[in-house]
């Protein structure tokens, strides 16, 4: 499986921003996707997951802020982030996870496209 993400950029804060992932490869009907993200000097860290069934699960610091959707057609997850703040500054890494024929984890991770909030 292959991760394709983009829309990072550089944005004021409280602006919003829009990271798209797309998967290609050897999909599988039943899988995890989502974004984690890492801040210089911190550890890598989770944003937002979504399964097949769109069932969301977000960290604390993006509730009501951060949505994550997903297209199970185009095998695509979007993260639209609102109310951005200088801590939102990072790497953000989109995810991909799912069960192999003996029920082993196959996860997947894209390249990083980072977001800047500055001034």
């Known amino acids: 499986v292959q991760l394709q993400a983009s829309g990072g950029g550089l944005v004021q804060p409280g602006g919003s921003l829009r990271l798209s992932c797309e998967a290609s490869?050897?999909?599988?009907?039943?899988?995890?996707m989502g974004w984690y993200r890492q801040a210089p000097g911190k550890q890598h860290e989770l944003v937002a997951t979504i399964t097949t069934l769109r069932i969301t699960n977000y960290a604390d610091s993006v509730k009501g802020r951060f949505t994550i959707s997903r297209d199970n057609a185009k095998d695509a997850v979007y993260l639209q982030m609102n109310s951005l703040q200088p801590e939102d500054t990072a790497l953000y890494y989109c995810y991909y996870k799912t069960w192999g024929t003996y029920s082993e984890e196959l996860e997947y991770w894209g390249q990083g496209t980072l977001v800047t909030v500055s001034s």
């Open positions: 490869g050897t999909i599988l009907r039943f899988a995890i």
